[in-house]
T-cell receptor, first 111, second 112 residues
């Protein structure tokens, strides 16, 4: 039981490039979330999903896209990367709202 | 979801109890109080949650006031490894979904 797995752990992007952060969970959780955390700050919710085929925006969705084609996977797509997207990205999942299991994070730098 | 207010930082001596307060005066009847902590740059870790009764598990105790407008997370015998940012979140529980939002949290520093 691996829990929540995020890849890659580290990535450097150039301005304008695109990439996808992968998130997979093996706990059969319905709810999945993407957060970003800037240095010294709290977590900001980007997107969340309550089940396959259903996604919704969080606090800071601009510049990102998500899809949820399966229960296990919840990839986060960055289009046209900007320096403001330099952050640590956390994926999380839960069986019921509130009790989240987090991945180890993906550290993204946009130069 | 109700908004929460926590002190920015707190200190505690190793071996003593750490009492972390959280104010959630706008909490509604179906909302739970959840506590998480984040050690250094790791992903946040779930600690405990409650609705109106006090709760205890192997990590901590949660005391919720009778009017539910505030709560206190208690780490009974703090260790250096408890140094972390502690987040208090209020959200509807069960199968109803909500946008879980983390505030700034409380930076707890445990001193030798």
């Amino acid at each position: 039981n691996a829990g929540v797995t995020q890849t890659p752990k580290f990535r450097i992007l150039k301005i304008g490039q695109s990439m996808t952060l992968q998130c997979t969970q093996d706990m059969n959780h319905n709810y999945m979330y993407w957060y970003r955390q800037d240095p010294g700050m709290g977590l900001k919710l980007i997107y969340y999903s309550v089940g396959a085929g259903i996604t919704d925006k969080g606090e800071v969705p601009n510049g990102y896209n998500v899809s949820r084609s399966t229960t296990e996977d919840f990839p986060l797509r960055l289009e046209l990367a900007a320096p403001s997207q330099t952050s640590v990205y956390f994926c999380a999942s839960s069986l019921i709202t509130g009790e989240l299991f987090f991945g180890e994070g993906s550290r993204l730098t946009v130069l | 979801d109700a908004k929460t207010t926590q002190p920015t930082s707190m200190d505690c001596a190793e071996g003593r109890a750490a009492n972390l307060p959280c104010n959630h005066s706008t909490i509604s009847g179906n909302e739970y109080v959840y506590w998480y902590r984040q050690i250094h740059s790791q992903g946040p870790q779930y600690i405990i949650h409650g609705l109106k009764n006090n709760e205890t598990n192997e990590m901590a105790s949660l005391i919720i006031t009778e009017d539910r407008k505030s709560s206190t997370l208690i780490l009974p015998h703090a260790t250096l490894r408890d140094t972390a940012v502690y987040y208090c979140i209020v959200t509807a529980g069960g199968t109803s979904y909500g946008k879980l939002t983390f505030g700034q949290g409380t930076i707890l520093t445990v001193h030798p």
